[in-house]
């Protein structure tokens, strides 16, 4: 069967080596081999062994009745989006690691796989070689999904783990990540919190079977961390990590992206470096955890390669998952409950405790600041009881105190 691979990038040129370094084991799965006909990159690479396959243009691909699996992996909107609903609407189907196209468009993408007897595959998209969608769309189709809760961005987990375990500030951090390749030149869709939303976008549609959008899930990145937050988490024996949140309770569905503060009765404190984990709560099977490398060349390369293996062995019908068009707003953030350890400056202490009671006082050994720790209460609430206080910072708390 002929395949095409759209990007040669890190996740493309991963894509062409695991199918070339298992070609025979992949073709057992199969029952016949995957062999790439087409690379498509606006690059040229003289002198390296894809330069036969490579391709200038999409059309030779498009146009192609031999081509039935297209890999696509250039990442961003455009022309990722065209050039996967063309393929899609000749009948190819499509498998992608591009997480913004498919939290997106990913439910129009599925439909017209549907109206094309092809298949739309986006393992790949969420934690990298961690499978997560196929579970969510097979395994757990008995289940009402009520909550997914993970560490879904490998490098604002390993600029955390640094400044904690080497006491290293933000800015070296972040710079020791993009020195080993852990972070891009330009971070932000990573430090700010995007690219965990765009996830969670992915999983929270899933969960609910509705679209829901990136733009409407609160989302907070890890700028504002600092090594003063990190000592305090210390004290209290906890981690601080980047949380993709969903939840749904009471007919209603919340999603949020924001560091939170974990204590060790949770097993995303375990969770260190560049490495990801999901944790899934259905409402039968209970909770569960999946685990494993959220990001690198070949790992992700490995998740989208699976998915191609599945589009071929089910040439001609559909592998369908349920995600519907129609939109889904979650609740307002403000409506949301959580711990707060707040930080404040030692003069404010007793009007922060009138404010607030008296929670958990955590001394970290900064004689200018007052750090507590509340009780549950709302978003809200936390802004209206905050508002004369001159706060430092706020990390939301998963965990009970005593």
């Given at each position: 069967m002929k395949v095409a691979i759209l990007g040669y990038g890190t996740v493309g040129s991963g894509v062409y080596e695991v199918l070339k370094m298992n070609a025979d084991y992949i073709a057992q799965g199969v029952g016949e081999h995957l062999e790439i006909k087409y690379v498509l990159d606006l690059r040229d690479f003289p002198g390296q062994d894809v330069e036969k396959v490579l391709t200038h243009d999409f059309n030779d691909i498009l146009n192609d009745p031999e081509v039935r699996v297209v890999a696509e992996v250039m990442g961003g909107e455009h022309p990722a989006y065209e050039f996967s609903k063309a393929a899609l609407e000749a009948g190819k189907s499509v498998c992608t690691s591009n997480k913004e196209l498919v939290s997106k468009h990913g439910a129009e993408l599925l439909r017209i796989a549907r109206e094309h007897k092809c298949s739309?595959?986006?393992?790949?998209?969420?934690?990298?070689?961690?499978?997560?969608?196929?579970?969510?769309?097979?395994?757990?189709?008995?289940?009402?999904?009520?909550?997914?809760?993970?560490?879904?961005?490998?490098?604002?987990?390993?600029i955390l783990t640094r400044m904690r375990d080497v006491g290293m500030d933000f800015d070296e951090a972040l710079a020791e990540a993009q020195a080993n390749g852990y972070a891009e030149r330009n971070p932000a869709a990573d430090i700010e919190g995007l690219d965990a939303a765009r996830k969670t976008s992915i999983l929270a549609s899933l969960a609910n079977r509705a679209q829901i959008d990136c733009e409407d899930i609160y989302t907070e990145g890890i700028t504002k961390i600092t090594a003063a937050d990190i000592a305090y988490a210390k004290k209290l024996k906890a981690n601080i990590k980047l949380l993709s949140l969903t939840k749904r309770e009471a007919g209603k569905t919340y999603a949020m992206v924001a560091p939170v503060m974990i204590r060790s009765n949770s097993q995303l404190y375990f969770i260190n470096g560049v490495f990801n984990a999901i944790m899934v709560k259905?409402?039968?099977?209970?909770?569960?955890?999946?685990?494993g490398s959220g990001a690198g060349k070949l790992p992700t390369a490995s998740a989208v390669v699976?998915?191609?293996?599945?589009?071929?062995?089910?040439?001609?019908?559909?592998?369908?998952?349920?995600?519907?068009?129609?939109?889904?707003?979650?609740?307002?953030?403000?409506?949301?409950?959580?711990?707060?350890?707040?930080?404040?400056?030692?003069?404010?202490?007793?009007?922060?405790n009138k404010a607030f009671g008296i929670?958990?006082?955590?001394d970290a050994g900064i004689p200018s600041e007052y750090g507590f720790v509340t009780d549950y209460i709302r978003e809200a609430d936390f802004e209206e009881l905050s508002k004369d206080l001159h706060v430092i910072n706020r990390i939301r708390c998963d965990f009970k105190y005593k």
């Open positions: 739309y595959f986006f393992e790949a998209s969420v934690g990298g070689g961690i499978p997560i969608i196929r579970p969510l769309n097979n395994a757990l189709t008995a289940d009402e999904i009520l909550e997914i809760r993970g560490i879904v961005n490998g490098t604002t987990n390993y259905g409402n039968a099977v209970g909770d569960l955890m999946f685990y699976a998915d191609m293996i599945q589009a071929a062995k089910h040439k001609g019908v559909t592998v369908d998952t349920i995600w519907d068009e129609k939109k889904l707003k979650p609740e307002p953030k403000d409506t949301m409950r959580f711990r707060f350890f707040i930080r404040v400056p030692a003069e404010e202490a007793d009007k922060a929670g958990e006082v955590v």
